[in-house]
Every structure is written in structure tokens, then in C-alpha cells.
């Protein structure tokens, strides 16, 4: 009697034109994800003197800088709240957000061993990049929060949500970081570009400054800057403010969406190419 053995075989194929972006496979690999993650936290502290404290200092002194030149000399206001905790308010997802653009959008090409040798849902890079900020997102907001006791500031029950607001910072820097790292793959100078992308996006979202100071309806188109509802939506989270950002948020949020899916679908659509180009 003769048994015969089947083995199961996969084969993975190039992509032809646009292709779909499988969030299960994200899934599927959740592992992976979790280690890059953590990857990604222990190499950005790794042989540092002053470790974590990195997190605070970042956005701490650029609020005493604000507080100095714009708050104090410039006189620039600041809807009735101190200076130094209405920046702060705002420096903290800012900074969640610029430091996961940055990192998401060079991460593929820091990643380039891995690329070449291994085969994985290669979303999982930039994903990985942005979700290791959370930890420094915690360390600022934990500051936070002891400045505004200090001031005499206690968060109103809006303050719940707030997860959706991180949510949308963690969303926008996800969408242009997944439309940058597949570019950078490509043309090598767009690293170059990157900050001075983050400087140029700084000043133009409302963080040394209130969006109060538009009237309507620029204001809430002021809103196709996804930053400006994530900010201003901290600030009325956080100091209750009498400028609720609704209409804002709504726009913000729509623009951050379509960042995102354009930019997934771009970056799969780029993905057979990586390995060859990296």
C-alpha cells in the first residue's frame, strides 16, 4: 500500500496596479508588530544619559521658549489660561505627532535588512514606528497634568474624549508617514524634507497661538490642517476652553482619514518594489 504525502505550498506573487491594504494581515502578525514596537522604544533610549527624560525635555523647553518670545514679549493671547500650560497643552500631542512622523517615515529604510530577507506584512514598519510614541506621549502627559494642578486647572468631563483626539493625531502622522516612507524609498532626499516639513507645519498650526484668533468660517476651514482639531481639541479637553473646536474636529478628522487610506493604498501599491529599491 502505498501512501502518498500532499505538502501544501505558497507562493507569493508581485502585485499588478493597486491592490487591497488586508488589515487582517496586520492581525495575523500582531506578534511581530508588538516586538517591533518594543524594538523601537529600547533603540530610541538605547545608550542615552538621560533615558526617558527625553520625552519631557523636548516639549518642555519649546514651551519656555513660546512662553518667552510669544507669550510674554509678543503678548500673543491665549484665550485665558496661562501661557506656559496653554502651550504645553498643545506641545504635547504635537510632539506624539512629529516624533512618529519622523521615525514612520524613515523607518523602512532603517529597516533594511530586514526588508531583504524577510517576508511580512511590510505596513507593520511604519505602524510599529508611530505606536512605540505612546510611551513618550504618556511621560509629557503626566507632566501635564502636574502643571495644570500647579496652575489650578482640572480637566472637565470632556476629558474623556480624548482618546479619540489622540486618535486622530496618531491617525495623521500614520497617513503622511506612509506616504513618506514609500517615497523615501524611492528618492533618498525626501529625509531631507522632513523637517523641515515638521518646522513649516509647526507654525502653521495653532500651538504658540489660539485658532480663536480666525473668525468664521476660517476658522474651521482652518480645519483641513488635521493638527489644528487635535490641538485645539486638547486645549478645550484638557483647559476648558470657551472655544469649542467642533466644526474643527469634523474637518480635521475627515482630512486625516483621507491621508490615511490614500497613503496605505499608495504604499501597498509600492510594496513589491521595496525590496529591490532598499
Excluded: C
Excluded at 512605540?132 to 495644570?148: C, H, K, L
Excluded at 476652553?241 to 474636529?249: L, M
Amino acid at each position: 500500500m502505498q501512501q502518498i504525502l500532499h505538502s501544501s505550498t505558497t507562493v507569493i506573487k508581485a502585485s499588478k496596479g493597486w491592490v487591497p491594504i488586508r488589515l487582517r494581515d496586520l492581525w495575523e502578525y500582531r506578534e511581530l508588530l508588538y516586538f517591533l514596537t518594543w524594538r523601537d522604544i529600547k533603540v530610541r533610549y538605547k545608550q542615552t544619559a538621560l533615558g526617558a527624560l527625553w520625552a519631557i525635555i523636548q516639549p518642555f523647553f519649546t514651551m519656555v521658549v513660546f512662553s518667552l518670545f510669544f507669550g510674554r514679549l509678543a503678548k500673543v493671547p491665549s484665550d485665558g489660561i496661562p501661557y506656559p500650560i496653554f502651550a504645553f497643552a498643545a506641545l504635547v500631542p504635537w510632539t506624539f505627532f512629529a516624533n512618529g512622523l519622523s521615525q514612520s517615515s524613515n523607518s523602512l529604510v532603517g529597516s533594511t535588512d530586514l526588508i531583504t530577507k524577510v517576508y511580512f506584512p511590510r505596513l507593520i514598519i511604519p505602524v510599529s514606528s508611530v505606536l512605540s510614541g505612546f510611551i513618550d506621549f504618556a511621560i509629557a502627559f503626566i507632566v501635564f497634568m502636574a502643571m495644570a494642578f500647579y496652575y489650578g486647572i482640572y480637566p472637565a468631563l470632556s476629558i474623556i474624549l480624548l482618546p479619540f483626539l489622540l486618535l486622530l493625531g496618531l491617525i495623521t502622522a500614520l497617513g503622511v508617514g506612509l506616504w513618506l516612507s514609500a517615497l523615501n524609498v524611492k528618492f533618498r532626499d525626501v529625509r531631507y524634507t522632513i523637517p523641515f516639513l515638521t518646522q513649516f507645519w509647526l507654525f502653521a498650526t495653532p500651538i504658540a497661538y489660539p485658532s480663536s484668533l480666525l473668525s468664521e468660517p476660517w476658522r474651521t476651514i482652518y480645519g483641513i490642517n488635521p493638527m489644528v482639531g487635535v490641538v485645539e481639541g486638547f486645549r478645550w479637553a484638557l483647559l476648558g476652553v470657551d472655544t469649542a473646536p467642533g466644526a474643527i474636529i469634523f474637518v480635521s478628522a475627515l482630512v486625516s482619514m483621507g491621508l490615511l487610506v490614500s497613503g496605505a493604498f499608495y504604499f501597498k501599491r509600492m510594496e513589491k518594489f521595496f525590496a529591490d529599491i532598499i
